[in-house]
């Protein structure tokens, strides 16, 4: 089945210090790929997204890439501030299927930016 | 708008009460889902409601008992919860197919109700 594989952490960094979360996926079909962001007490918010094959999504300084011959959707971001501190989830949904398949999260990766 | 709300954000209830949580979005999306997330774990899907009928339930134990009352409102209805029960309690919501979207299109997600069974 499909799966999505990413660092867990908690991964702690220093303010303005560049920041990589690798995401690598597994697919039967043709996935659209998700990160979504939680910060402290707080719900899901879509960071970023995309559907095909190198499509770059960006979003407040983040960014990340689909690599169909990677299999990976890897978070980065140049320069971190304390408020970027939050859980990261890499998530895949099947565009293919006509019928509901649920949305794959990855185990999320805890960061902590400290001034 | 793209807001998710969900009532109340705190619910702390005996493994004798009957409660119930509500989610409401005004996008006119017309799915909704309900999904239940551990501490440090991601959201795990309990229920999909598609043009206000149940399409999924993950086996979620009937002490939980969905509810879509109209395309904006999303409830959950808990009774005889057992301390385990306790999580966050996420609502989401995308465009259905026959919306222009697919399954695959982004989900927004509400806050969450922080549930506590004691």
């Known amino acids: 089945g499909d799966s999505v594989t990413q660092m867990e952490g908690p991964v702690t960094l220093s303010e303005e210090a560049c920041l990589t979360i690798?995401?690598?996926?597994?697919?039967?079909?043709?996935?659209?790929l998700f990160w979504y962001v939680q910060y402290p007490g707080e719900g899901l918010q879509l960071l970023l997204k995309?559907?095909?094959?190198?499509d770059k999504g960006s979003n407040k300084g983040f960014e990340a890439t689909y690599r169909k011959e990677t299999t990976s959707f890897h978070l980065e971001k140049g320069s971190v501030q304390v408020s970027d501190s939050a859980v990261y989830f890499c998530?895949?949904?099947?565009?293919?299927?006509?019928?509901?398949?649920?949305?794959?999260f990855g185990p999320g990766t805890s960061l902590s930016v400290i001034p | 708008d793209t807001e998710v709300t969900q009532t109340p954000k705190h619910l702390v209830m005996g493994m004798t009460n009957k409660k119930s949580l509500k989610c409401e979005q005004h996008?006119?999306?017309?799915?909704m889902y309900w999904y239940k997330q551990k501490a440090k774990k991601p959201p795990e899907l309990m229920f999909v409601?598609?043009?206000?009928?149940?399409?999924i339930n993950e086996s979620v134990p009937s002490r939980f008992s969905p509810e879509c009352p109209n395309s904006s409102l999303l409830n959950l209805h808990l009774h005889a919860l057992q301390p385990e029960d306790s999580a966050l309690y996420l609502c989401?919501?995308?465009?259905?197919?026959?919306?222009?979207?697919?399954?695959?299109?982004?989900?927004?997600f509400g806050p969450g109700t922080r549930l506590t069974v004691l």
């Open positions: 989401a919501s995308s465009p259905a197919p026959g919306q222009g979207a697919t399954w695959a299109d982004t989900q927004y």
């Open positions: 690798n995401c690598t996926y597994t697919a039967t079909g043709y996935p659209s």
């Open positions: 995309a559907t095909k094959a190198d």
């Open positions: 998530a895949l949904s099947d565009q293919v299927k006509t019928s509901y398949d649920k949305v794959i």
């Open positions: 996008m006119g999306h017309r799915a």
């Open positions: 409601y598609s043009y206000e009928k149940l399409s």
